[in-house]
Nanobody, 119 residues
Framework: QVQLVESGGGLVQPGGSLRLSCAAS????????MGWYRQAPGKQRELVAI?????TANYADSVKGRFTISKDKATVYLQMNSLKPEDTAAYYC???????????????WGQGTQVTVSS
């Protein structure tokens, strides 16, 4: 199975920056995409940013120009700048992957890391 471990969340003032990391480990045959989702209290989980195996990145409109997703082998990063209170949420790492050559493609999730933007 694929395990995802996130780090880098915390409390930051509006306008500040944070960098989230997510390392994939375990049995990994191929990772197709890795991404970040977030879920605020009382709201549905939403896509923040996603990056393909080839490096193509896509972003939610609400974070374009402020957040940057990148990857290095099996680790994905989310650089978050100009943070706003509405960015407050639990952030979850996701990997669209196959753990072995015989396994089906599946979604894997990290445990989540809290980001709080407040003065």
């Amino acid at each position: 199975q694929v395990q995802l471990v996130e780090s880098g969340g915390g409390l930051v003032q509006p306008g500040g920056s944070l960098r989230l990391s997510c390392a994939a480990s375990g049995s990994i045959f191929i990772i197709y995409n890795m991404g970040w989702y977030r879920q605020a209290p009382g709201k549905q989980r939403e896509l923040v940013a996603i990056i393909s195996n080839s490096g193509t990145a896509n972003y939610a409109d609400s974070v374009k120009g402020r957040f940057t997703i990148s990857k290095d082998k099996a680790t994905v990063y989310l650089q978050m700048n100009s943070l706003k209170p509405e960015d407050t949420a639990a952030y979850y790492c996701n990997a669209d992957a196959r753990p072995t050559t015989l396994a089906k493609r599946n979604d894997y999730w990290g445990q989540g890391t809290q980001v709080t933007v407040s003065s």
